[in-house]
């Protein structure tokens, strides 16, 4: 790879390597705690604080994002990414606020449990669990139970990707749509990306092997449940339209492309944002074009599904 490829912007930010262990994500996680206390909210929206259930009781924290003066009865109930480990960032606030803007919705920002601590299938059944309780407070949020997408990046848009297979086979309310960023589909690390890019800025191929072992622990890469690795399953047929944008230099990009083809091969309708120069996690950078054009997209493709 040459380096020389990656936008200026990104190609000299440390390598993305990593470790997960439970007293480094502990630390990790207090600080963008409180990075989240003191961040700037936007002034054009609003947010209100509930909790829904887990399946064990526990309580997952959902946050109500609007914009101001508003209930839109559009929803998008978002997953942050963060390799399962690392918990909602300013930068995933700061998307998800210009969601609520650009597409004119409500937005349902989800805090999921997190890796290593709760490994698969905590984080995701947390995520299904928020859906559902969306769905069963739809009148309560001013919301269309109809009419809700869901989206995440990274480790987000493997619940992107994982949850609406679990709402085809366990809800009667379909989705509207997925929008996947980079997406995490694929355990196997096995795709040409996944191998040649193991030294790139902010996500490297070592930090997304890394990654699957936090979040899989001991479980068996030749014997997964379902919905341990989205780009598995067989049945794809009848999942809601999708978008899924990926990075030029990203491990991920190849599982993204390649769970395009099988949603395409399917006949899911998709729209597929090959994004260049750019690495894992570029939108955390706001002020390029690269930027700009990549949010363009994902506000067309939620006002458009919205709207059908």
Known sequence: MANDAIHPDYKDLRIGDASFGGGFMLLI???????????????????QKYYAKAQDASNIKIEV?????????????????????????????????????????????????????HRFPIGLNDCFSALQWTIDNAEMLSIDAKNIIVAGDSAGGFMAAAIPQMAMDKLTIPLKAQLMIY?????????????????????????????????LGDLDRNALPA??????????????????????????RDEGIAYAQRLENAGVNVQLNNTKATVHG???????????????????????????
């Open 29 to 47: 996680n207090t600080l963008i705690r409180l990075q989240n206390l003191f961040r700037n909210k936007n002034p054009a929206v609003s947010y």
């Open 65 to 117: 994002i609007r914009p101001v003066g508003q209930k839109p009865s559009r929803c998008l109930v978002h997953y942050s990414g963060g390799a399962f480990c690392v918990g909602p960032q300013p930068a995933h606030y700061e998307k998800a606020e210009r969601y609520a803007i650009e597409a004119n919705c409500t937005v349902i920002f989800v805090t999921y449990r997190l890796a290593p601590k």
């Open 183 to 215: 997406p995490v589909t694929d355990p196997s690390c096995s795709s040409t990306s996944a191998t040649e890019f193991s030294a790139v800025p902010i996500f490297s191929g070592n930090a997304n092997r890394a990654m699957w072992d936090a979040y």
């Open 227 to 252: 919905y341990a690795a989205p780009i598995e399953r067989q049945q794809l047929q009848g999942l809601p339209n999708a978008y899924i944008e990926t990075a030029e230099f990203d491990p991920l």
């Open 282 to 308: 570029f939108d955390i950078y706001t002020k390029n074009d690269l930027y700009y054009a990549a949010m363009k997209s994902r506000y067309d493709f939620l006002n458009a599904e919205f709207a059908r």
